[in-house]
């Protein structure tokens, strides 16, 4: 009886393991550095840099980060498009970057860089 078992498992596992093949297996990451100013300033205060998926403007995470900064995310597994924001305590509106193309190894390896983002703080009345 065991024997009949086994030749069936042992059957099937080509059939397993070719349909493992063509599915995407574990995370992605993605690496995002940049720098944060402030009315041509350091940011001094707390800021968020969010990562969304483009498709569907699903919010991936959000990280607190200062000015200066490089961050990793978990992504889903596989290339596609995300867009990344940073907003600011006290500050007027928010950064969005144009579509970025995240899940490559090597676009992790290189790491995607945002560059300087420039926001205003609000005017106090």
Known sequence: MMAVVYRAMLATLPLLLAGASC????????????RIVVNGEPAA?????SLF???TNQRVESIKVRADFEETFVIAPGED????????????GQYRSPALRLG???????????????LSRTATK
């Open 104 to 118: 490559s190894l090597s676009t992790y390896r290189d790491g995607t860089d945002l560059g300087t983002v420039s």
């Open 81 to 92: 498009d995300y867009y990344a924001t940073i907003s600011c305590e006290g500050v007027a």
């Open 45 to 49: 205060s707390d800021c968020e840099l």
């Open 23 to 34: 599915l995407p297996i574990g995370d992605s990451a993605a690496r995002l550095s940049g």
């Open 53 to 55: 998926l483009a498709s």
